[in-house]
């Protein structure tokens, strides 16, 4: 095998956020660009000899191509394998556990989540280690630096792998398998759940609607819900996933999926309904009138989760961002477990799953998950949801207000102002930070703040700090606001203000969730002066 050296400035800006590195496609486009990152990611974790690394992506536009060029780097470098899905095809949680199945020193997410995809659209790259995890901050930053002074990326003289059959061929020196992207996880999935029993209530009538966004779900869905749950064809909608997931947007909201709120809500509503996005990783939960925040959701699924096979000896601890209500703690409390509180970031979880020290996992963004792999994962929680309803018999409504009888309910909503400008945002959160010391005992109609602060992590495993995560205005009586600039976009900024009230179960349980929060979202204006900085008067996206 001859490695081929490939002489390549650097490009400016390569900055892995939270979730990889994202831009738009036609960034990643450029010559070299993504090989330029795919190399530095190999300098900096330095696999060994004949190690093996995975390979996927969510299925959108450009995947394929970066997933040919990222081979053959690989094969450069010294990896003995790689494991990619058919049709460029994994899921971010298949892949994760892919990845810990077959011993992968790591893998290769091609995916932006939740972003809209195609020729004008967005792009991204992620490394998940051999835990099946999100890299570290320590390795995404190390990555950052080399992609600042690489000089040359390495590749060998090869065709185009056959993404579409499966079976095993050579580039190099190296074997790349293409693999199912479905089987192995569906299997995992069995041996977590009670298959025979959602099979009856299926039998008996249960009826949902899973809305796959035309996005990587689909196949994943249309297997484990239609096939081997029994559910009738069609239950599984825009089930093929598409490069530009049929011009839609691929988050699982009440903007983007609002067909399937509109089925939900309708006269002829199933008995749940479920939505998963981009690459698979984020769920939408809403049943027969009803949507489960996902706040909500990561607290019922854990007050119940013992009803699940996988789950059935109990929960070791709870974790959940910090922009995340505060539900799941009063959970943690009854079952006499811990519950962590973290930054943002699915990796940031990934040491306590490792250490034991949490089971179930779970972000306000739509993102649930447990020890299973080391990744949110979209299916996994409907599926848990799928269990808990069949066993109890119960619908989501009354299972919502059951719980909010027995723990109080955290009336809560994100407001996202999308592609801002960034010296905008940047000088509304520094004039923000600065004003925090002030903020205490200042009054906001009726809410008077009783704390105020820029959230720090302290690691309880590794022992290391992550500062600066969010900004907080905790009011006397336990409501909050949190301002934090997003990390997932690909244009712009993105300003996420968190709101969240508490009401005891004595209280008003039922109450529009707008109106619940009405004196917060004019408190979050005074405090911010969100129009004054960026001219908007309302947000682009409530969820």
């Not at 999100?134 to 792998?161: C, G, K």
């Amino acid at each position: 095998m001859t490695v081929i050296t490939v002489p390549s400035p650097p490009y400016a800006g390569q900055k892995p956020g939270t979730s990889g590195l994202r831009k738009k496609v036609k960034v990643f486009a450029q010559p070299n660009y993504a090989e330029n990152f795919v190399q530095a990611v190999f300098d900096v974790v330095k696999p060994q000899p004949g190690a093996t690394l995975v390979i996927g992506g969510d299925g959108r536009y450009h995947n394929r191509t970066v997933i040919q060029a990222a081979i053959r780097i690989a094969a450069a470098n010294g990896y003995g394998q790689v494991l990619v899905g058919r049709g460029g095809i994994l899921s971010t949680p298949a892949a994760s556990h892919v990845i810990r199945k077959y011993g992968a020193s790591g893998g290769l997410i091609l995916s932006a989540s939740h972003n809209p995809g195609g020729p004008d659209e967005d792009f991204g790259i992620k490394y998940n280690t051999a835990n099946g995890g999100p890299a570290p901050e320590a390795v995404t930053e190390a990555v950052y630096l080399r992609t600042q002074t690489i000089d040359r990326w390495l590749t060998v003289e090869s065709a185009d792998v056959d993404l579409d059959a499966c079976g095993s061929t050579r580039c190099g020196d190296m074997t790349v398998s293409v693999i199912d992207p479905v089987a192995d996880y569906a299997d995992l999935m069995e041996t977590l759940f009670d298959f025979g029993t959602i099979r009856s209530a299926v039998k008996g009538g249960f009826r949902m609607a899973f809305d796959a966004m035309h996005a990587v779900t689909g196949p994943y869905a249309h297997e484990i819900l239609e096939k081997r749950l029994g559910f009738p064809a069609g239950t599984v909608r825009n089930g093929v996933p598409l490069e530009d997931f049929g011009g839609h947007h691929p988050d699982p909201n009440m903007v983007h999926a609002h067909e399937l709120f509109e089925t939900m809500f309708g006269p002829d509503a199933p008995d749940f309904g479920a939505a998963s996005d981009g690459d698979g990783d984020r769920n939408l939960i809403v049943g027969r009138g009803r949507f489960v925040t996902p706040s909500d959701s990561l607290a019922m699924l854990a007050a119940n989760a013992h009803l699940a096979p996988g789950y059935r000896g109990g929960l070791k601890g709870i974790a959940r961002s910090m922009p995340t209500s505060a539900a799941a703690d009063r959970v943690a409390a009854s079952l006499g477990i811990p519950c962590f509180e973290t930054p943002t970031g699915w990796k940031f979880f990934g040491n306590l799953l490792d250490a034991g020290m949490a089971t179930i996992c779970g972000e306000e963004s739509a993102g649930t998950g447990s020890d299973h792999v080391r990744e949110k994962d979209g299916l996994w929680a409907v599926l848990l949801w799928l269990n808990i309803l069949a066993v109890r018999k119960i619908s989501v409504d009354d299972l919502a207000r059951e719980h909010w009888d027995t723990y109080g309910r955290n009336y809560y909503a994100r407001h996202d102002y999308e592609a801002l400008p960034t010296d905008k945002a940047d000088a509304l959160m520094a004039e923000l930070k600065a004003a925090l010391p002030n903020l205490p005992g200042k009054a906001f109609g009726h809410l008077t703040v009783a704390e105020a602060d820029s959230f720090s992590y302290l690691d309880p495993v590794d022992g290391s700090t992550s500062a600066n995560q969010g900004l907080r205005v905790l009011f006397e009586g336990g409501s909050r606001i949190v301002f934090r600039l997003s990390g997932t976009g690909t244009e712009g900024a993105t300003l996420r203000v968190y709101l969240e009230r508490y009401e005891m179960a004595s209280g008003n349980l039922e109450q529009e969730t707008p109106h619940a929060l009405a004196d917060l979202i004019v408190a979050a204006e005074a405090i911010a002066g969100i129009e004054r900085h960026t001219g908007r008067t309302a947000p682009d996206v409530v969820t």
